[in-house]
């Protein structure tokens, strides 16, 4: 019994360096980006995008969302949700056309940029979110490789952005 007890926690050990291995080979950085139309003028849906304090009234995975005070560029934004407590900088903010948010806390397992681009399409706005994101621990970013699809976070921010919009 002993014996298969050791070659379990042995194989579990092998499996988890060879993992590591793997996601150390990977690349940190990872781009993902989409395009959706919405059916409202940019400045609306720049207004909901940028109304950080409601954000839980629409965005599913967000509860609650601390903001500092100031507008525009360099105000920090702590979202709280299923992803744990995340900070963000504003590191641009040019109405109605474009928002820049950086992840602004260098101790989580991640980091990266939300780039918010918007321009007028017909009487709505075409927006392309663009994620450009860093996974720092190896283990993680093999996870994200093989179970995770990049573009998850950036379809349901959509998503609850259509459903906030045609409300």
Not at 21 to 36: D, E, M, N, Y
Not at 55 to 79: C, F, K, L, N, S
């Amino acid at each position: 019994m002993l014996k298969w007890a050791l070659i379990v926690f042995l194989a579990l050990v092998a499996i988890v360096i060879v993992v590591a291995v793997i996601g150390a080979l990977l690349p940190k950085g990872h781009r993902a980006s989409r395009t959706a139309t919405l059916a409202a003028p940019p400045a609306v849906v720049f207004g909901v995008i940028t109304d950080f304090a409601r954000g839980p009234e629409w965005r599913r995975d967000v509860t609650h969302v601390d903001v500092a005070d100031g507008d525009g560029t360099g105000r920090m934004i702590r979202e709280h949700g299923s992803h744990g407590v995340v900070p963000y900088r504003v590191e641009e903010f040019d109405p109605p056309s474009r928002l820049v948010m950086r992840i602004a806390d260098p101790s989580l397992p991640y980091g990266g940029a939300w780039t918010y681009e918007l321009r007028p399409e017909g009487t709505g706005t075409s927006l392309t979110i663009t994620e450009a994101g860093e996974v720092y621990n190896p283990i993680f970013r093999f996870m994200q490789k093989v179970f995770f699809s990049p573009y998850a976070s950036i379809d349901a921010y959509i998503e609850d952005l259509r459903k906030k919009l045609s409300s």
